[in-house]
């Protein structure tokens, strides 16, 4: 385990540090308007991945995880087919709404469109590979997405555009999503998206709600503090985010490492399941805590303005919220790791369902109230007061829990 986990900690490292160059670089070529832009992209595009996660590749992490090599590849070529259909659907849905919305934001979305497809398919490559155990792999997929990036934002620099830079992420990630197909020689399957639905239908569709609501939740309050204080509280936001993405990119991605664990420790020890997920969320909480301080304390000024430029001005006031918000959020991943680990599929909505109506009135209630600041503090009140109803709800579903009568007991009981 711990050697999985450590190849999950890379993955997300070098996650993390994609996000970041590529939200710095943004940050420092446009400035706040067009940041804010960019972040408007970039919440729509969370949405449409949770839905591919929710429909493709969470069902693949709870019941392919540890499997035969010849169940997981024909599961991988069916969650891999529902995932770039997701992409191709929903980018004609981005493409429609750029052509609508025109202007800066309509553009924004057109750019989207064409790198949705490659997006959503590299991220179901990264979840195939952990349900396998192969962390290496999806380790190397991320870094080979990485390292095209390098001339990928380069060229987008050149230009000066929100476009640029969102296509320059695209391309990156359909070279990404090209090795995962030669790695594995598996072909997406788009014909058989109706059967993987259908057969995970008691799971894909309250994973679907469950994830786009979290999501849903963040697009939400982007487009509302944008109407209520501007573009440019945006992007102050996600500035103050980004200074946060090391944690912020693991949260996101954290079910390709931790619901593929839980289910193993569910499977051989289950009464060591509470304190796998005590202790997977508490580790975060903390690490996101000290993360948080050094920023506030440790971080110079003037490395502040390199990182985001003029945009470090009003997002370096907002780092103390944030940094709760993440710390209420990673201790809520403990805790949804195990209930999507039991399969406690109900339970898991119920919580993330909650939460998301805490998060979205918080935001939207503190930016009437105070703008970007005040939606900073409302969503950190609002992740550590969600946190609480995620434990409650893993606690009843331990109770309810029985575990899977072996093959000996069967035959004793008859």
Known sequence: MA????????????????????????????????????????????????????LATDPLMVRYSGVSTSDWRAAVGRSSGTALAVGCVSGVGSLLAGLAIGGAVGHAFLALALALPALLLQDSWRFAF???????????????????????????????????????????????????????GIVPRLGAVRGWVGEHRDLGPRYLIENVSNSGASQLRAYGLGAIAGLAAVGTVRGAEQLLGPFLALLMGLSLVTVAEGARVLRRSPHRLRLFCALLGTGQAAAAFAWGLGLLFLLPDSWGRFALGEVWTTSSQLILPVTFSVVGASLSTGAAAGLRALGAAPRSLR????????????????????????????????????????????????????????????????
């Open 130 to 184: 952990f349900a396998a155990g192969e962390g290496r792999r999806a380790f190397t997929a991320d870094a080979i997405a990485a390292v095209a990036l390098i001339p990928s934002m380069f060229v987008a620099a050149h230009f000066r555009s929100v476009v640029a830079f969102l296509l320059a992420w695209g391309v990156a990630s359909a070279v990404a999503a090209c090795f995962g197909l030669l790695r594995t």
């Open 3 to 54: 050697g999985r986990l450590s190849w999950g900690l890379g993955d997300q490292a070098v996650s993390s540090l994609t996000n970041f160059v590529v939200g710095m670089f943004v940050a420092r070529s446009l400035g706040p308007h067009a940041f804010g832009v960019f972040s408007i992209a970039w919440v729509t595009y969370g949405v449409l991945l949770n839905v591919s996660r929710g």
């Open 351 to 414: 919580s993330q369902l909650v939460a998301s109506t805490f998060y979205l009135g918080g935001g939207l209630v503190g930016a009437f109230l105070g703008g970007a600041v005040g939606s900073a503090w409302g969503v950190a009140t609002a992740t550590l007061t969600g946190s609480v109803v995620w434990w409650y709800q893993l606690h009843a579903g331990l109770r309810e829990y029985v575990p899977p009568k072996t093959s000996s007991e069967e035959m004793t009981s008859s």
